[in-house]
């Protein structure tokens, strides 16, 4: 059971993980003390899973970018467990960073990482195609990113506004 | 050239706010509280269909009163968000802004000498269409009474000559809202003395804590009352220009008489928009004003924490703070803070009598300025104050 206090935090930190409890606190009107209560048990209950950071590796220069692959996936649902037995055994490969079941002519989009598109393409044909109940996959590169979890990516515009006005 | 220029408009005094814009514009990575004006930028589907409007050639003058259906959309708005009944055909123009409004009115209402009151601290531009327009701003200051202005007051300072009362709630400087019972004990005195009452509910959408009461939604005072909005600050259109004037159909011909020789009519352009954002713009609007709110609370306690004497305020994007304590007048504080810590905000004095004292923050800026922005002027109250 969430409350309301629960969404108004998670409002918050859906879009500025790093916000400490206090700045939520005064957000809110709210003490502290229910604050971190409320963050302790979201945590606890698996409904906040991680902080994260939106990042545009594009513009990393140290390092190659990760390349990124949205696989789709026909697969054979098992007798009892439906899809979630072979939605368990892709899941678990940390290379597959987002996995949804969805509606439409294939069953599983699976969003795999990797260093270059031999490592995916190595990942797709020698492991997630060779599952039991895998149909098929068709792997669609990702060239550009262009927003992400609502975050655009690229150049933003300055704040146009004049610096004082009425 | 030795001709005189009109004797009015040299009469209305220089504008306070400028003198501080000079001075903030020529400084470098200064955390700027001092814009009247949201951060968020016109919502993308209100700008996609002015870019369809565009494109489609919708570029020329509309009716003098404003495009029919852009007039039926403002119309059922007031109806659903504020329970205020318009006629879209008899009682409403769109105009060129909130502004232009307050000018069509009072060019409307008053004959030479006629006397409007004006509860300071108030927006900047009250007092001198007063002026333009030939009649004499009173002002009375509503400090003492937490930025609201009483019906004693304001009974004080009426005269035979008086004509109209300009009220803005929520508030731009002090973001305070008049109470519902304040509003109706208002409206009763003004039908006492017969006068108009010109209600610029421009932030009205941006209210906290209750929702918004128009003046125009109590019915029996509809012959007597004049509501002002328009798109600037819920929808974040600012630069789009682009408000209404609602009152009785008498003075609408008037308001509209003029408009046609000195505007012809609101931007087409912005419209057109108007109408996306008044029939889909809602969730858009409701997550920026629970964003406003957020930051209010921030703000507000940041504030207090700085031991600066803040009244809450009920709606708009302004806080206005007592900085008293510190000692120092608003400007000395408005410049020293500015010099300082690089923080600019804007001191109460340019909004009229009882902003001594105060200053003006707004907090439509993003979070992690506000916060910086906060942590800089505590740091420089703590400095003044030890």
Known sequence: MTTSLDHRILDILRHHARSTIQEIADQLNESVERVSQSIHQLERNGIILQYATIIDDSKLTRRKPPIRALIEVKVRPERRTGFDAVAARIAKFPNVVDHYLISGSYDFLVMVEGDSLEDISRFVSGKLATIEHVLSTATHFIMKKYKEKGAIVGPQDGDPRLMITP | MTKPFNRLVDQVPPSGIRRFFDLVVGAQDVISLG???????????????????????????????????????????????????????????????????????????????????????????????????????????????????????????????????????????????????????????????????????????????????????????????????????????????????????????????????????????????????????????????????????????????????????????????????????????????????????VPGTAFGLGGDGHIRCCYATDMSQLTEAMARMARFVKGVMS
Request: hydrophobic share 40%; glycine share 6%; charged share 20%.
């Open chain 2, 35 to 345: 814009v009247g004006e949201p951060d968020f930028m016109t919502p993308w589907a209100i700008r996609e269909d002015a870019i369809y409007s565009l494109e489609h050639g919708r570029v020329t003058y509309t009716e003098n009163g404003g495009l029919l259906a852009c007039r039926q959309a403002v119309s059922t708005y007031l109806s659903d968000f504020f329970h205020a009944h318009y006629d879209p055909h008899t009682q409403i123009v769109m105009t060129i802004g909130v502004s232009e409004g307050v000018d069509l009115v009072l060019r409307s209402l008053l004959n030479p000498g006629n006397e409007v009151i004006i509860p300071e601290p108030a927006y900047v531009c009250y007092g001198p269409l007063v002026q333009l327009a030939g009649g004499r701003p009173v002002p009375i200051n509503t400090q003492s009474s937490g930025f609201i202005p009483t019906v004693a007051a304001i009974e004080a300072a009426i005269t035979p000559a008086t004509t109209a009362i300009i009220l803005c709630s929520p508030s731009n400087p002090t973001g305070r809202s008049i109470p519902k019972e304040r509003q109706a004990a208002l409206l009763d005195l003004a039908k006492r003395h017969d006068l108009w009452v010109i209600s610029d509910e421009v932030y009205a959408a941006l209210s906290y804590d209750t929702p918004p009461v128009s003046m125009g939604s109590f019915s029996s005072y509809q012959d007597r009352v004049i509501v002002l909005n328009g798109f600037s600050k819920a929808f974040s259109m600012t630069g789009w220009r682009l408000g209404y004037v609602c009152g009785p159909p008498e003075l609408i011909k008037r308001v509209i008489k003029i408009h046609q020789y000195c505007a012809l009519c609101a931007p087409t352009v912005s419209q057109y928009a108007a109408i996306e954002g008044l029939k889909h713009a809602h969730k858009e609007v409701e997550k920026m004003r629970v964003s406003y709110l957020k930051r209010r609370n921030l703000v507000v306690h940041a504030l207090q924490d700085m031991g600066l004497p803040t009244l809450v305020p009920e709606g708009a994007f302004y806080v206005f703070p007592s900085i008293e304590p510190t000692g120092l007048d608003a400007e000395t504080f408005a410049l020293q803070l500015l010099e300082k810590e690089k923080v600019a905000v």
